[in-house]
């Protein structure tokens, strides 16, 4: 009798802390849940916002016009056509360019001494100093001076053949043409030379604007074929 009494009356004791800490949990609980869930969704709104922020920077950056060549004739009639692929310095094809216009322009003589002069300054943009390209250069012209020869009549250079022997040199083959100033016209000459190049990045906007593509001549011997 005495127990079912004390029963009755701890029951009785803590109803109101039970009824009490239930009324906490639904009003404040519910609160604190959602709170948590808010924050939560906030930080994956923040995470999302950056991937897609990062995103669109990509595709800002990126390039989405394609290069479209058209090769034409002397008359502008389409010959070739196709997209432009992308190529780099070490490209053989670049550096055949680069050779064949080196020879062309430190070989040939012109009657016009602006355009002499102007190409003998991008051939010793292609040299570094001190360099045995560079030197090979001085005394060659200061032996053959072309603004002397140019007085006296023209050369003209044509590029027949240029191999690669080594991973940094080149063989080269190319004609020689001379006429005096009256058009008269000698044999033609067969000229060969052995060319040592390097690539160098560009320091400044100075020596990326005399060498654009970085590629430097190292070395020269060439001779006349017998």
Same mark, same amino acid.
């Given at each position: ?9 701890? @029951?009785?004791? +803590? ?6 800490? @239930?009324?906490?949990?639904?009003? +404040? ?17 923040? #995470?999302?916002? #950056? ?27 389409? =010959? ?14 670049? =550096? ?9 322009? @430190?070989? @040939? =003589? ?24 560079? &030197? ?28 690669? =022997? ?47 593509? &970085? ?12």
């Amino acid at each position: 009798m005495s127990t079912k009494t004390n029963n009755k009356s701890n @029951s009785g004791l +803590y109803a109101p802390y039970i009824a009490a800490r @239930s009324e906490w949990d639904e009003r +404040y609980g519910s609160l604190i849940t959602r709170a948590r869930n808010w924050r939560w969704a906030f930080v994956l709104a923040m #995470c999302l916002g #950056c991937l897609q922020t990062l995103v669109l920077l990509e595709e800002m950056h990126r390039s989405h016009v394609v290069p479209f060549v058209v090769a034409v004739d002397h008359l502008g009639h389409a =010959i070739g056509q196709g997209a432009a692929t992308e190529t780099t310095v070490t490209d053989s094809r670049m =550096i055949h360019a680069q050779l064949q216009q080196f020879v062309e322009y @430190s070989r @040939s =003589i012109s009657s016009d001494q602006w355009l002499l002069k102007s190409r003998l300054e991008s051939v010793f943009n292609q040299t570094q100093v001190p360099s045995q390209a560079n &030197g090979f250069l001085v005394d060659f012209y200061r032996k053959e001076d072309p603004f002397s020869m140019s007085h006296l009549g023209t050369i003209q250079v044509e590029v027949k053949n240029i191999n690669q =022997i080594t991973p940094t040199s080149y063989e080269v083959s190319w004609v020689e043409q001379k006429r005096d100033n009256m058009g008269g016209a000698t044999p033609p000459e067969e000229w060969k030379g052995i060319f040592a190049l390097t690539v160098l990045t560009a320091k400044d906007d100075a020596s990326a604007a005399r060498n654009p593509l &970085g590629i430097f001549i190292t070395s020269i011997s060439w001779s006349k074929v017998l």
